[in-house]
């Protein structure tokens, strides 16, 4: 009995962190690959409280500016008018109002983006660190038009938020060494700020704390593509992973998006020369007819003879679009007939922003795609199973 109270107890306290974190804001590394040496942050709108080394300074008001840069191992902060603040280890712009927003221009590379909520900076090993601490559903929102677009159905956006939000609660470790959780490019979710499409914001609200799960209760690698060309990929075709939910299936939905099919075309000479440099045995009598290959199914290695490469490396030797293709020879000229776009593994954002269009709801996209998953909440979900959550508390 008291091994039971022990667990029940333990168990609450676990559903206890991973609900309180979910009110708290996630901490997204701006510009992590650049040497940041000075910033210009910009109120857009609301107000911001200027605090450093964890005293109040000020309040900054709509068009109210500061110049901030580093100056040896510290920050010297000035007004834009150039009047001297003070120079601090670290500096935090809190936002007072929920709609809050500001600009930020990145010196010397002048980058410029909007965000919302709050901004941290610090010095760190040269340069000026700068952490967007943002409500997790904006981030989603954001992470989703990032990566989906402007114009596409709802029904798709919600699909999409849901993936962003498995994938950024599954990698929340990632920097954990960097005083952050996620950067803003492509080695975490692409980033660019402050949303600019309403139905991103709408989707990634009424999806609020849904994830999606494996057999076991796990998070699921979230891999999404820009277009299978009619059949998704294996995961352990691609990157040596083998998951249950990320297997080929047939995607009638993909055929007419804009990435469906493409062409490459190279001196045959040059492929020859290709295949002998990866350990290919050919002579001079080698007929062009032997050279073609036809993947109507996806196949993970063009052979000749006893001879073979797998396609996923032709794709990235020629940087061609897919490791989907066949090839024919004509005239000295060897062809490539690409399908999709990407490595073809998980959800095809083309065959989901169709089926969206035909009145899938997002749950039955996400479960056409990944088999044997379910969608929960993610209060539901198990902390030692996936310990990455315990970071939001």
Known sequence: MKSQLKFFYLYICCQVIVTSALSQNVKIGLFNELNTQAIVFSVAQGSYLLTADGKAILTLRPLENLFIEVTNDSLACYT???????????????????????GLRVLPYNKFAYYDDNLLLSYNLGKLQTINSIDFDKYIAAVVEAEGGYRAHIEYYKTQAVLCRTYAIAHLDRHKDENFFLCDATHCQAYKGKVKTPAIIQAAKSTHNEVVVDEDSVLIVAAFHSNCGGITENAENVWLLKKTYLQSIRDPYCAQGKNAKWEFKLPLDKWKSYLVENGFQLNKDTPPSTFNFLQINRHQYYKIGNDSISFQKIRNDFKLKSAFFSLE????????????????????????????LLGYTYKEILQFYYTRVHIININKLNPTKNPQITLLK
């Open 329 to 356: 020879v004509k005239d000295g000229i060897l062809y490539f007939y690409g399908r999709g776009y990407g490595h073809g593994v998980g959800l095809c954002q083309e065959g989901a922003m169709q089926m969206a």
């Open 80 to 102: 834009i008018n150039n009047q001297a603040i003070g120079r601090f280890k670290t500096i935090e712009l809190r936002a007072m109002t929920d709609s809050s927003w500001f």
